[in-house]
């Protein structure tokens, strides 16, 4: 089946600091979707994005399907940025949807 | 739009018994999905519906798990005889055919003790 690799697992940011987030997969997928979990859990949707790129406020998203990766940029980071950051993708041909292993950030006041 | 809501939140039970939850979708989305998370892991998938057809089972699924959508709208997944490694998040999604977009619930926590 399909892998889904992010980088880094985890990672430590200064309030006020900007971060990369990647996701590598392994195939052509139909779909990419970015989530937040919060700290009770829930699965907050960022950005569905399959391809190109987005922003919502200090939020952005690329997806390069071609050469299978999608980044999550995060800048002026805040302490309610902290959480796991999911990326998740539906193969081409496919109906369900994988997530990688998550990115664990923690932002300092 | 109310969004989708799981039933119950938490459900603390004891080995060996069985545990049902339920799940409301979004109302015009024809898919839904089951995920199971454990600690420091991403979620995993169980199973997915369209309409009320069950399409797709993953190995991760037992004889002891069941998932039902009649007519298409909620979905119910039972475990039977609890065993202490079924204690996760259980995760409800759905989303439209024509998008894939998925959509989450807020989860129902399972102990099992």
């Known amino acids: 089946g399909i892998q889904v690799e992010q980088s880094p697992p985890d990672l430590i940011l200064q309030e006020g600091a900007n971060s990369t987030l990647r996701c590598n997969f392994s195939?052509?997928?139909?779909?990419l979707q970015w989530f937040h979990q919060n700290p009770w859990g829930q699965l907050i949707n960022l950005f569905y994005?399959?391809?190109g790129t987005k922003q919502n406020g200090r939020l952005s998203a690329t997806t390069v399907a071609t050469e299978r990766y999608s980044l999550l940029y995060i800048s002026s980071s805040q302490t309610t940025d902290s959480g796991v950051y999911f990326c998740?993708?539906?193969?081409?041909?496919?109906?369900?949807?994988?997530f990688g292993a998550g990115t664990r950030l923690f932002v300092k006041a | 739009d109310t969004g989708v809501s799981q039933d119950p939140r938490h459900k603390i039970t004891k080995r060996g018994q069985n545990v049902t939850f339920r799940c409301d979708p979004i109302?015009?989305?024809?898919?839904l999905y089951w995920y199971r998370q454990t600690l420091g892991q991403g979620p995993e998938f169980l199973t997915y519906?369209?309409?009320?057809?069950?399409?797709?089972k993953s190995r991760l699924l037992s004889d002891r798990f069941s998932a039902e959508r009649p007519k298409g709208s909620f979905s119910t997944l039972e475990i039977q005889r609890t065993e202490q490694g079924d204690s996760a998040m259980y995760l409800c999604?759905?989303?439209?055919?024509?998008?894939?977009?998925?959509?989450f619930g807020e989860g129902s926590r399972l102990t099992v003790l």
């Open positions: 998740a993708v539906e193969r081409t041909g496919g109906f369900k949807t994988i």
């Open positions: 195939d052509s997928v139909n779909n």
């Open positions: 519906f369209q309409n009320e057809a069950q399409l797709e």
């Open positions: 109302s015009e989305h024809n898919r």
């Open positions: 999604a759905s989303s439209k055919a024509e998008v894939g977009e998925l959509f």
């Open positions: 994005i399959p391809s």
